[in-house]
């Protein structure tokens, strides 16, 4: 027998999972030195793809990075549209032509479609009039404005102005604008009167909130006002696209009372003297009242991928609470007062119970098979 072959004993004892020689014992020193090299190299490759895919997914700006250089790539000419003839030429500049046509149409609806809007906008004026005067308790409800089934509650006669703390409690009863809500900003909200919408005149393409202010504590603005821009461009599908937002300067009656800031006390020691001191500064706050100050992306920001990513997102957020406001809050105002207009976003899923039992059967039979298996195999 040569050096290079194996000894067996003669009895060659009965294999079990214990005493099994390996898968690989017939094979040459070459042939495993290979497979071992391969199979690190398969893991040294995986371990890098899992840690780039890590990368970029724990990083958004890399990704939009990425992302954007791969939206260069679009549109570049594979060289087909050149290729084709002449006459194939004419007739997709006719095409274009056509759809040129199309966008001129599209911009002359979306212009009428604002003028329509300012138009019914005068009809809804006297309602939200009348709406304030009854939240402020400037009049009281009319006979003719109560449903018939209304019954006064007799049990209940205190003399109470309005409707206290109305519009607080709406911002409060809208998920996205209620996180905005500090503790610390509820007393100046409790001033707030009431809220409106208008569209800016014509020759502009946006829109203006208002918020109404009696007296408080906090600031001097009766009214403080948000207005959104459009561009003057549409968007490829014929909406209007957002551009900026602006908000009125707050003017604080004191600046202990500017609830978009905190001051921290920091104590310093001086590592010379080892003397201590108190040092305070300001630092910005969570508050509701920072959607007065809309974020803006400057070049600095621009250039800066994190930065402008950052200010991208915090803009959309902004564009959002303010389509909420115009949208949700200002005509549906007493539905966010009483808690109905975000339960109605969820009733389909209250209408799923039936799917629901289905669930819960399927999930009782299975645990019944899992349970019957389980004592099969125990048996």
Known sequence: MSDSSIEMKDAM???????TPSAGFNLSKSTLEKAREDLATKKEDDSVQ???????????AMLSMIQGRLSTLVGKSSGYVESLPANVHARIYALKGLQNDSESIQVEYREKMLELER???????????????IVQGISEAKPEELDQEFEVMKNNNRDVKGIPNFWLTCLQNVYLVAEMIS???????????DIRFSNLSEGQKGYRLEFDFAPNDYFSNN????TYYYKQELSPTGEFLYDRAEGDEIEWKRPDCNLTVEVETKKQRNKRTKQTRMVRSTVPADSFFTFF?????????????DGFEDKTELMELDYQLGEIFKDQIIPLAVECYLGNVEGDEFEDDEDEDEFSDENSQAFDESSDEDAVLSSGLSD
Request: negative net charge.
């Open 50 to 60: 899992n840690q780039v895919q890590g990368l970029i997914s724990n990083n958004p």
């Open 13 to 19: 004892p009965l294999q079990t999972p214990q005493n």
């Open 223 to 226: 009214v403080l006002t948000k």
């Open 293 to 305: 100050v809309p974020p803006q992306v400057n070049e600095e920001e621009s250039d800066s991928e």
């Open 119 to 133: 138009k019914f906008e005068k009809m809804y004026d006297p309602l939200f009039s009348r709406r304030a005067e």
């Open 183 to 193: 503790s610390r900003d509820v007393a100046a909200l409790e001033s707030l009167k």
